[in-house]
């Protein structure tokens, strides 16, 4: 008894301390209202799933049929955590009339409750919640869930692949933090996740004993996963930098361009390619795009009157190069001429990358140590030496 009351705390905080993250993600003035609003309500369904720790017992006796619908809403969760991840990842996201589809099996299923269980009489129902995890629909809708879950996870991942590929593709700034956020989170919140699975299945085995204290211990860290995303969410804004949906990866332009054309893309038409290709290569050397920090394949397609499409063909399949890298090449032999340059060697490191093009440090070392295999510091010392 003392355990569950230590349980009953723990859910209590935890739900207090969502409360205040949703309250905060819809009152903070923001340029990502409906990236907020998305994971305010996926916040508020763990919430409401998480109170049923202590308010369950007198919701199930007063309000059965409540408590049967509050079980059903962690159907609304996940979809809603992938439009959420949309919203991050697309600039240009907006919700629409057929993104309701998400919620159609949350809806199927409350419907096919109704007669056995919504419009069951008061004994049914006290029968069906003392045996619930032997009934077929219980059974049925965990298995559901699992479905969904899985369902949902591989949604997401392929959407942070293509997001990934368009990123390194089309932008030089470091904003690929959006991709290593949003993996970081799905990892979190799978092992999650599995954890109150492995919790469900305790029940049926002869360790439901311990099933009090695991559950104390997955409210604890529900609220340490939640916490720590949010807070990490809040003070880290300009991780969340997308790109337009409209953007398509090398190989769909590629797929595209070999279907409206009888003549495929070949190394055959190489005089014509390489003399792009120097143009381009004369165009950073002498214009230095590179040093603007927020320079895109659109802005570079616009300077030299090539198409975006061709443009991005050309750096990423004859070059070998994703965009992101090929800029960088430039903005870090920029930077070995100047760390190597003893009349400038008063310059800061942060002067330095500030000067070529970088607006992150930790973005400009790594993008260096790539390059040269030493760190600006090792290669400015070792130059001057």
């Known amino acids: 008894m003392k355990e569950f009351s230590y349980l009953k705390i723990i859910a209590i905080i935890t739900v207090f301390i969502l409360l205040l993250l949703i309250f905060f993600l819809l009152t903070v003035k923001s340029n990502k209202k409906l990236s907020n609003n998305l994971f305010a309500g996926y916040l508020l369904i763990n919430a409401i799933d998480i109170s049923g720790f202590f308010l369950a017992e007198n919701i199930t006796v007063n309000y059965p049929n409540l408590e049967i619908f509050r079980w059903t809403l962690c159907l609304l969760s996940m979809p809603l955590l992938f439009l959420y991840v949309l919203t991050i990842c697309y600039t240009d996201f907006r ?4 993104h309701l589809l998400h919620f159609t099996l949350f809806i199927l299923f409350n419907l096919a409750l109704v007669p056995r269980i919504y419009l069951a009489n008061n004994v049914a129902k006290k029968y069906f919640f003392k045996h619930h ?32 590929a368009i990123y390194l593709e089309n932008y030089t700034n470091p904003s690929t933090a959006v991709y290593k956020w949003l993996s970081q989170m799905l990892i979190i919140f799978v092992i999650d996740h599995y954890f109150s699975t492995l919790r469900n299945l305790l029940r049926y085995t002869e360790y439901h004993s311990f099933l009090v ?5 997955g409210g604890i860290i529900a609220l340490l996963v939640t916490c720590w995303f949010v807070l990490n969410a809040l003070h880290h804004p300009e991780l969340f930098t997308g790109i337009n949906s ?3 990866t090398v190989k769909e332009l590629i797929s595209k361009k070999k279907s409206s054309s009888k003549k495929e893309i070949s190394p055959d038409e190489n005089p014509e390619i390489n003399s792009k290709i120097e143009s381009i ?3 950073m050397s002498i214009a230095k795009p590179y040093l603007d920090p927020s320079l895109t394949i659109h802005d570079l397609a616009n300077q030299i009157n090539i198409p975006v499409s061709e443009l991005s063909i050309l750096i990423n399949v004859y070059l070998n190069q994703h965009f992101f890298d090929f800029v960088n090449h430039y ?3 920029n930077a070995m001429e100047i760390l190597r340059n003893h009349s400038k060697k008063e310059l800061t490191i942060l ?3 500030d000067k070529v093009g970088f607006n992150s440090k930790s973005s400009f070392n ?12 090792q290669y400015r010392n070792s130059s001057l030496s």
Not at 213 to 217: C, D, E, I, P, R
Not at 366 to 377: D, R
Request: no cysteine; net charge positive.
């Open 351 to 353: 002067q330095t990358l």
């Open 366 to 377: 790594t993008a260096f140590k790539k390059h040269t295999s030493l760190t600006p510091t």
């Open 281 to 283: 290569k004369q165009h």
């Open 331 to 333: 903005r870090i032999e």
């Open 95 to 98: 919700l629409k009339w057929k």
């Open 246 to 248: 409209k953007l398509q």
């Open 133 to 164: 995890f032997e009934t077929t629909e219980m059974l049925f809708f965990q298995s559901l869930i699992e479905l969904q879950y899985l369902f949902y996870i591989v949604a997401i991942i392929t959407v942070l692949k293509k997001f990934k």
């Open 213 to 217: 204290s695991v559950n104390a211990l």
